[in-house]
């Protein structure tokens, strides 16, 4: 089992950057497929990024192809990130979430995830 905790949220004005973490718990981090979500109020919370265990392969949504980029550091057991040219549709509360330990793929689906961090809230004023 593994727990997540994200932080690096904040307030940023459009065309802004900031980089979230996710730092996990366990010494087992590197054996989970992870992935970024986002929840935007009266939206359902949608896909973002994903990566592979090694981090070696990575997928975005179209919305944020070309200014985000996942990354994870697994000696830290810490998944990021980086949020470039960010836009007032970009506010969400974001949330980090790792696949159960046996799938080594990527996926965009909620339901894939077993495991869900608290989220940090992003705003991002025009």
């Known amino acids: 089992q593994v727990q997540l905790v994200e932080s690096g949220g904040g307030l940023v004005q459009a065309g802004g950057s900031l980089r979230l973490s996710c730092a996990a718990s366990?010494?087992?981090?590197?054996?989970?497929?992870m992935g970024w979500f986002r929840q935007a109020p009266g939206k359902e919370r949608e896909f973002v990024a994903a990566?592979?265990?090694?981090?070696?392969?990575?997928l975005y949504a179209d919305s944020v192809k070309g200014r985000f980029t996942i990354s994870r550091d697994n000696r830290k057991n810490t998944m990021y990130l980086q949020m470039n040219s960010l836009k007032p549709e970009d506010t969400a509360v974001y949330y980090c979430?790792?696949?159960?330990?046996?799938?080594?793929?990527?996926?965009?689906?909620?339901?894939?995830?077993?495991?869900w961090g608290q989220g940090t809230q992003v705003t991002v004023s025009s």
């Open positions: 979430a790792a696949r159960e330990r046996f799938y080594s793929g990527m996926s965009i689906s909620e339901y894939d995830y077993g495991y």
């Open positions: 366990g010494r087992t981090f590197s054996s989970y497929a």
């Open positions: 990566i592979t265990r090694s981090g070696d392969n990575v």
